[in-house]
T-cell receptor
Framework: GQNIDQPTEMTATEGAIVQINCTYQTSGFNGLFWYQQHAGEAPTFLSYNVLDGLEEKGRFSSFLSRSKGYSYLLLKELQMKDSASYLCAVASGGSYIPTFGRGTSLIVHP | DTEVTQTPKHLVMGMTNKKSLKCEQHMGHRAMYWYKQKAKKPPELMFVYSYEKLSINESVPSRFSPECPNSSLLNLHLHALQPEDSALYLC??????????????FGPGTRLLVL
């Protein structure tokens, strides 16, 4: 099985930078996904990491350290619309179907 | 077209009712998924269809019955549900069904309330 841990809630100010951490324990690691989910809406894909290092995509970056079982999602130049739940999800075993963590609810204040 | 559609958006049903949730995608994806999501919880995988065949059933009670009439459509038939089955039911699709790294595309979900 998998054990995925991320903070329940975070708050940040518009224009700032926030880092959402995710730790996991699994065997047969096949990659880590980040999804964004606004309240009452479908999750949308943000990033996929399978190798160590930082992947940058516009205002969003995702980092992975396989040896530490650790990832973070970095959001820069925060906007009010970034208020959402951010789900860390890990694929393992013989499959690339991810198992989702509980999600981190990010609240962006003006 | 990168859209997964689901109907209905909202559904209220009694414990003796029979209803169906529908999902459709026209991206040529060969894998489709049903997830259940309770409030403030992560999506939990229920079923996976790959190439129109049921490939994963995560020990879901038989009161939930999936059906994949063709590669674009996925149904979830509901019968004799319990109030604790009230949740957001999400459909997703992907290219191959977990055999390679790939993005899942989610529909907006059906919010189900069982009375």
């Amino acid at each position: 099985g998998q054990n995925i841990d991320q903070p329940t809630e975070m708050t940040a100010t518009e224009g700032a930078i926030v880092q959402i951490n995710c730790t996991y324990q699994t065997s047969g690691f096949n990659g880590l996904f980040w999804y964004q989910q606004h309240a009452g809406e479908a999750p949308t894909f943000l990033s996929y990491n399978v190798l160590d290092g930082l992947e940058e995509k516009g205002r969003f970056s995702s980092f992975l350290s396989r040896s530490k079982g650790y990832s973070y999602l970095l959001l820069k130049e925060l906007q009010m619309k970034d208020s959402a739940s951010y789900l860390c999800a890990v694929a393992s075993g013989g499959s690339y179907i991810p198992t989702f963590g509980r999600g981190t609810s990010l609240i962006v204040h003006p | 077209d990168t859209e997964v559609t689901q109907t209905p958006k909202h559904l209220v049903m009694g414990m003796t009712n029979k209803k169906s949730l529908k999902c459709e995608q026209h991206m040529g994806h060969r894998a489709m998924y049903w997830y259940k999501q309770k409030a403030k919880k992560p999506p939990e995988l229920m079923f996976v269809y790959s190439y129109e065949k049921l490939s994963i059933n995560e020990s879901v009670p038989s009161r939930f019955s999936p059906e994949c009439p063709n590669s674009s459509l996925l149904n979830l038939h509901l019968h004799a549900l319990q109030p604790e089955d009230s949740a957001l039911y999400l459909c997703a699709s992907s290219q191959e069904g977990g055999l390679a790294p790939e993005t899942q595309y989610f529909g907006p979900g059906t919010r189900l309330l069982v009375l």
